[in-house]
C-alpha cells in the first residue's frame, strides 16, 4: 500500500469517527430531551390531543389543541409544536425555538409573527434551564414525527406582564445537579410546580406564599380538554407544614402523590396535575424534588 492510500485511508476513519461521536452526542441530547419533555416538563399535558378518557392520543404527540383555556386575558389551544412546516414549528431556527421556550418570544415570520405566546406558556420558570438541557429540548422537538394539525388562531384579550421567579432569574448550574436539593429545586421550577401550587391575586402570582394557603383554581370554565367529568382542582398546600402541608408524609407518599395522583389518605387527585407524565420519572430525580420540598417553609 503506497503513502497516499495509507494517509487516505487514515483520513476516511478519522472522519468516520468524528460523524460517529457526533452521532453519538445527538443521540445523546435527543434522550436528554425526550426524557425532559416527557417528564418534568409535561408538555404533552398542554400540546397533545386528548381522548375522551383525558388519555393522550398515540400518533398526535405534541401537535396541538390537547387544552384550551378560556381566562380574562386570553383564550385560544395549545399549539402544534411538531416540526411540521405549516402548521408546526418546521420553519423555526434553533434560536428561534429557545427564545420561545425561554422568552415567550415567536419569529418574526410565520402564524401570529412576533407575538408573544400565551401566558400559559411558562417562560418564567423555562428560564431556568441550563444550556444543555435548552439544547436537548430543541433536539428532541426537531426529532418527533411531524403532524400536520391546524389549531385555531387565539384571542389576546389584555396584555398579561411577564412575572419572573427568583429562582429562574438566578439560574442553576451543572455542578447545582450534584446536589439533591438543588436538583431539586431546579426540577421544580421547569416544572413550574410553583405557578399551579402558589395564590394570585390580582392577576400576580404571591411567591412569598408558594406552596402554602392552596393555589389557583383551575375548572371546567377555565381548562378545556380533560374528560367531561373532570370536576376541576385547586392545588393544595405542600410545604412543609405538619397538618396544613405535607410535613408528615413519607416520602414514598410523596411519590405516589407526584407520580399516581393518589393522595395520602388513598383519595384520587385531578389535573392539570400532570401525574401521566411525572410516572416516568427517574428515582434520583423524584428523591431530589422530594428532598427540596422537606425545606420549604411551613406555611398553615
Not at 434551564?129 to 439544547?135: A, K, Q, R, S, W
Not at 389576546?156 to 436539593?181: C, H, S, W
Amino acid at each position: 500500500m503506497n503513502v497516499f492510500l495509507k494517509l487516505s485511508g487514515a483520513l476516511l476513519i478519522g472522519t468516520l469517527s468524528h460523524v460517529n461521536s457526533a452521532n453519538a452526542a445527538d443521540a445523546v441530547a435527543v434522550e436528554r430531551g425526550r426524557y425532559l419533555v416527557n417528564t418534568i416538563l409535561a408538555c404533552g399535558n398542554c400540546h397533545t390531543p386528548k381522548a375522551a378518557d383525558g388519555l393522550p392520543i398515540a400518533g398526535k404527540e405534541l401537535s396541538g389543541g390537547g387544552l384550551s383555556f378560556n381566562a380574562p386575558f386570553f383564550a385560544g389551544s395549545a399549539s402544534n409544536i411538531t416540526p411540521d412546516k405549516e402548521t408546526g414549528i418546521g420553519s423555526w431556527s434553533d434560536d428561534e425555538i429557545k427564545r420561545a421556550i425561554t422568552q415567550g418570544a415567536r419569529p418574526d415570520h410565520g402564524r401570529l409573527a412576533g407575538l408573544p405566546l400565551a401566558p400559559m406558556m411558562w417562560v418564567a420558570f423555562y428560564k431556568a434551564m441550563t444550556p444543555g438541557d435548552l439544547d436537548a429540548v430543541v433536539a428532541y422537538l426537531r426529532a418527533v414525527p411531524a403532524v400536520h394539525n391546524v389549531v385555531p388562531l387565539p384571542e389576546y384579550k389584555r396584555q398579561v406582564p411577564n412575572q419572573p421567579y427568583p429562582d429562574a432569574e438566578k439560574g442553576f448550574t451543572d455542578a447545582d445537579m450534584l446536589d439533591p436539593v438543588r436538583r431539586g429545586a431546579y426540577l421544580v421550577t421547569i416544572g413550574h410546580c410553583m405557578e399551579c401550587h402558589t395564590p394570585a391575586k390580582d392577576g400576580k402570582t404571591l411567591y412569598e406564599q408558594a406552596f402554602g394557603k392552596g393555589g389557583k383554581p383551575y375548572g371546567p370554565g377555565l381548562v378545556k380538554g380533560y374528560p367531561a367529568d373532570w370536576p376541576g382542582s385547586n392545588s393544595r398546600n405542600i410545604t412543609s407544614h405538619p397538618e396544613a402541608g405535607i410535613g408528615r408524609w413519607t416520602d414514598a407518599e410523596i411519590k405516589r402523590a407526584i407520580t399516581q395522583g393518589v393522595a395520602r389518605d388513598g383519595h384520587q387527585l385531578q389535573p392539570p396535575m400532570g401525574f401521566y407524565w411525572y410516572r416516568g420519572l427517574k428515582e434520583a430525580d423524584l428523591d431530589a424534588i422530594v428532598a427540596w420540598l422537606r425545606t420549604v417553609p411551613p406555611i398553615e
